[in-house]
């Protein structure tokens, strides 16, 4: 069924849900890119969002003009995009899953009234963990697959890219890699697959005399760089904000650009039923087809770990909610 793209139309609107600091953040990229014409800035604590959108309108005699204000759930009735970073923030020590329970309530009480104030747009997910309240926001809206998104492993691949770049003394938007799975604990560097000027990085790293171990190091890194962000300023913002930033780019401006994200699956790698982290393409109908990347028996043992740890713990979840 072929679907009217948001670029049709000339005045954009998205409603963020959620004013911490990574919601902040990305009201503030999405300022800086001049993307839509609209925002509006939806926070149980509306004084703040309020503040926010005072602050933040201060920004478009440099960028592009913006109407900001701050809103209610039934301003979704006519936007392109929403976008959820509301619930409990991670705290040291605690696990992106160890968070389920809390933000599922929380998630349950923002979908629904979006939903009935008419809501026909793209859901774009980022409270975590991510996976897991991507599917709930999937079943909780009835919405098809197509038209919501998570951030999934956007994040964790440009982490990946970053420390690869720095590790080779390349710009990291030149290193075609990514970080596959949840984005948590189980998630993986599909290095096997990677390239750089389409000469495969597991080459490069040999002629350079990268060992795997030392590969294997910044995939670690990569895992556990949220926690170490977390554990001395208390969270991590600024990344995934800029991450959430350049996927609503890929919708509002019809781009079809491949990007990792948090996508549903319907039989690649062998999977269904679960977001997961992967290649996808975004465009104006949200998510237009996942780019299934040619695993190697290891690593699709990786993937099918890493989708059973989040069908686990999201039934476990879902279960506990309606009790």
Do not use: C
Not at 49 to 63: K, R, S
Not at 65 to 72: D, F, L, Q, R, S
Not at 102 to 107: D, F, G, P, R, T
Not at 126 to 152: E, H, M, Q, R
């Amino acid at each position: 069924m072929e679907e009217v793209g948001t670029l049709s139309k000339s005045h954009q609107k998205v409603v963020l849900v959620g004013d911490g600091a990574v919601g902040s953040a990305y009201a503030f990229a999405l300022m800086q890119q001049g993307l839509a014409e609209e925002l509006v800035v939806v926070d149980v604590i509306k004084e703040r969002t309020v503040g926010d959108a005072l602050d933040l309108e201060d920004a478009q005699a440099f960028t592009a003009p913006k109407k900001v204000y701050a809103g209610e759930y039934s301003d979704a009735k006519d936007a392109d995009l929403v976008v959820i970073t509301a619930g409990a923030p991670q705290k040291p020590g605690e696990t992106r899953l160890d968070l389920v329970n809390k933000n599922l309530k929380i998630l349950s009480s923002i979908v629904q009234p979006i939903v009935d104030s008419g809501f026909n747009g793209i859901f774009l997910i980022a409270a975590n963990p991510v996976d897991i309240l991507t599917y709930a926001t999937w079943k909780f809206s009835g919405f098809p697959k197509n038209k919501v998104i998570g951030s999934g492993t956007s994040l964790d691949t440009s982490r990946l890219r970053v420390a690869l770049g720095k590790k080779l003394n390349l710009d990291p938007r030149s290193v075609d890699a990514y970080i596959l799975g949840e984005h948590g604990d189980t998630e993986f560097a599909a290095y096997e697959e990677a390239t750089i000027g389409s000469k495969p990085l597991l080459q490069i790293a040999e002629e350079k005399g990268i060992s795997k171990d030392e590969l294997a190091e910044i995939e670690d890194q990569t895992r556990n760089k949220a926690y170490e962000i977390i554990n001395r300023k208390g969270a991590t913002y600024y990344g995934v904000a800029t991450s959430l930033m350049r996927i609503t780019r890929a919708i509002l401006r019809d781009e079809n650009a491949i990007l990792p994200v948090g996508a549903s699956l319907d039989g690649e790698y062998g999977l269904d039923d679960v977001f997961i982290g992967t290649p996808a393409i975004i465009n104006a109908t949200g998510l237009a087809g996942v780019i299934e990347v040619p695993l190697s028996s290891d690593e699709k043992a990786k993937m099918a770990a890493s989708a059973e740890t989040l069908k686990k713990v999201t039934k476990d979840g879902l279960a506990a909610l309606d009790a």
